[in-house]
């Protein structure tokens, strides 16, 4: 994949976020947006674009970056799933967050969380028939990018399914750009083009990827892109 940024130190990033979450005012702005009741505010159209992968409940699902759980708690409270499904993130405070969210939503059963980093899964190949990942992949790397690729490509079985949206590279997306340099919040990040997302999938073996209609967020109101991924 071609070069289109400077290295991301993704445990770093991680860290970042965690310290937003328990710092003031900000902390209990971050906790509340990334809530499941907060969903609606950067996630807004999350139930459209969920459908895509027609997600039942002997699907065994993965989160990717879950942060604090809001996606996983939004599926278990509607999906009686047969098995767990689990989140995974790269920073243990926001796993810790997170399973508190999860008791406080009545679901501690129901879910499972771990800290784990996005390019070194901890999972048995074709272990999981559903792969999310949303607002993550922009704090990663070209090679991050690809190692995290080619793990959610090992841990799906035949016709598994990776779905994943983000903030997409695109004129309309400058004022990410202009928040990030005023106001220092969002960590390293790269925005990618639908061709490079597709290149970069095609290389970590998926057999077809479509592109999933997004809708509009609230915040930030900037593009996004939406591909479901099948093996």
Not at 144 to 157: I, N, Y
Request: charged share 20%.
């Amino acid at each position: 994949m071609a070069g289109s940024g400077p290295p991301i130190d993704e445990t770093a990033v991680g860290q970042r976020y965690a310290d937003w979450f328990s710092r003031g005012l900000r902390g209990i702005g971050m906790r509340y947006v990334f809530s499941r009741r907060g969903l609606w505010v950067i996630n807004t159209p999350y139930r459209r674009i969920l459908a895509a992968a027609h997600i039942g409940p002997q699907d065994h699902v993965l989160d990717l970056g879950c942060g604090i759980g809001n996606i996983l708690i939004a599926l278990a409270e509607r999906i009686a799933f047969a098995r767990p499904p689990i989140g995974v993130d790269v920073s243990p405070a926001l796993i810790d967050i997170g399973r508190g969210e999860i008791r406080k939503a009545g679901l501690d059963q129901k879910i499972e969380l771990r800290a784990a980093p996005a390019t070194r899964l901890p999972f048995d190949d074709a272990s999981f028939d559903v792969v999310l990942t949303s607002h993550v992949i922009k704090h990663l790397d070209d090679e991050a990018l690809a190692a995290c690729f080619h793990e959610v490509a090992r841990l799906l079985g035949p016709g598994g399914r990776f779905l994943m949206w983000e903030f997409k590279k695109s004129p309309l997306s400058a004022p990410l750009f202009i928040s990030a340099r005023a106001t220092g919040l969002p960590p390293p990040f790269t925005l990618r083009s639908e061709p490079t997302l597709r290149s970069a999938l095609t290389q970590a073996g998926f057999a077809r990827v479509n592109r999933v209609p997004t809708g509009w967020f609230i915040a930030p109101p900037v593009p996004r892109i939406a591909l479901l991924a099948t093996r």
